[in-house]
């Protein structure tokens, strides 16, 4: 769980964190579907985590938008 990780180990206080972990577990749940192998599950996982992270990095805090943001960049970047 790389995706996880990546997560976990951002530095963020604990309500941002779990705000970035139910945005991204959301916007996996939307997208998910799309990927079929292992590889590309996992690399988009991890694509998908680094998008959530840097969208909060950035200042967005509410779940909802950074879940319909990270949904937008990742398929604008991976359609």
């Known amino acids: 769980m790389k995706a996880r990780q990546f997560i976990s180990e951002a530095h963020f206080?604990?309500?941002?964190r779990?705000?970035?972990e139910r945005a991204f577990d959301k916007a996996w749940a939307i997208v998910g579907k799309n990927y079929r192998s292992p590889l590309a599950i996992e690399a988009a996982r991890l694509k998908l985590a680094n998008i959530v992270v840097n969208l909060a990095r950035e200042g967005e805090r509410d779940a909802d938008r950074l879940t319909d943001r990270a949904i937008r960049t990742l398929l604008v970047d991976d359609p």
């Open 18 to 20: 779990k705000g970035v």
């Open 13 to 16: 206080n604990a309500s941002t």
